[in-house]
């Protein structure tokens, strides 16, 4: 059964006529996103402290935002987590998850970074990726200024960003200092996917098979990316040793079954894994927490693992 305060949400959005991401030129997607944040998003919780920098390499340019929790105050380096959002490679920005990146600083006693890295259609593929890899060099580079131990430096991130999470840490493998954790929330894992919760969730749920279509085709370059596993990572080689992955899944989101299988793989490899799905939940749902109750749930669940994993390294 679909959350009832889902159901509501999506009858509001019919209700209120919200046209179709994949209507929509990229400019007025990410408008429309931005502008619907503060009616589905709690109060952004007060932090310690807020800063924004710039991630610069090669010549391009990263806007990145730090949240500090009120534990930065004993000047002892504290766990990161590098956060991706979500968003199609295409919507999202630093605003669009403010409230949820402040909400995991202060619940896990983690410092954020979160990551506004390049999207399409202007940037296409692998310039998101490329940015996020440099993105967590950054922050290793930094980590002494910015009050990290680099050791206990997770990536995470939703949807695109899930994606995105996955692809860095098969890339930072075998690095001196790699992610320690990730954090795959209702992750792509398969470009073009076939799958049952595709075709079963396509249609009704928020996202659906035309905007997955609409997204795809304005990050990847040509249908040969989609065999990369920068852009699929079910469809690397190994997923041996890889950092220990938290996944969560929602029951009505196309999907679903992209982060299951890729839970699988990894706990095939042999890395420590757990899987979590919200069978009653939409896709996108962990942002939407002044609507749902499941949505906060589901943030103080994906803080807790976190404060458990990177606090006890």
């Not at 969560?248 to 990894?266: C, S």
Request: proline fraction near 6%; hydrophobic fraction near 40%; include cysteine.
């Amino acid at each position: 059964m679909l959350d009832p305060q889902a159901q509501a949400l999506m009858q509001l959005i019919i209700d209120k006529g919200v046209p179709p991401v994949h209507t929509l030129t990229p400019e007025e997607a990410r408008a429309s996103y931005r502008s619907r944040r503060t009616f589905t998003q709690p109060d952004a919780p007060e932090v310690f402290k807020v800063e924004d920098n710039v991630v610069s390499d090669n010549g391009v340019n990263v806007p990145v935002r730090i949240y500090h929790p009120h534990a930065a105050q004993s000047h002892q380096a504290l766990p990161g987590l590098l956060y991706l959002h979500g968003g199609g490679w295409t919507i999202g920005d630093l605003d669009t998850h403010d409230v949820l990146c402040r909400s995991l600083c202060l619940q896990a006693e983690v410092v954020v970074v979160s990551v506004d890295y390049r999207m399409g259609p202007e940037h296409k593929f692998p310039a998101a990726y490329e940015d996020c890899v440099s993105a967590f060099d950054w922050t290793v580079q930094n980590a002494l200024e910015l009050g990290i131990d680099s050791r206990r430096i997770a990536i995470g991130g939703d949807s695109a960003g899930g994606n995105l999470s996955a692809a860095a840490c098969l890339g930072l493998r075998g690095r001196t200092v790699q992610p320690a954790f990730q954090m795959l929330i209702y992750p792509a894992t398969l470009m073009w996917p076939d799958t049952a919760s595709f075709h079963a969730n396509g249609k009704g749920y928020m996202l659906t098979k035309e905007s997955i279509a609409y997204y795809t085709e304005n990050y990847l370059r040509n249908t040969e990316d989609a065999k990369d596993w920068r852009a699929s990572p079910q469809l690397a080689e190994s997923h041996a040793n890889l950092p220990p992955a938290f996944i969560m899944t929602a029951g009505f989101d196309p999907l679903r079954d992209e982060g299951l299988m890729y839970a699988n793989a990894l706990s095939k490899a042999g890395v420590p894994s757990q899987y979590v799905c919200f069978e009653r939940q939409i896709h996108g749902f962990l942002t939407m927490g002044r609507v749902m109750d499941e949505a906060n749930t589901a943030v103080s669940l994906c803080a807790n693992v976190l404060r458990t994993q990177l606090h006890t390294v």
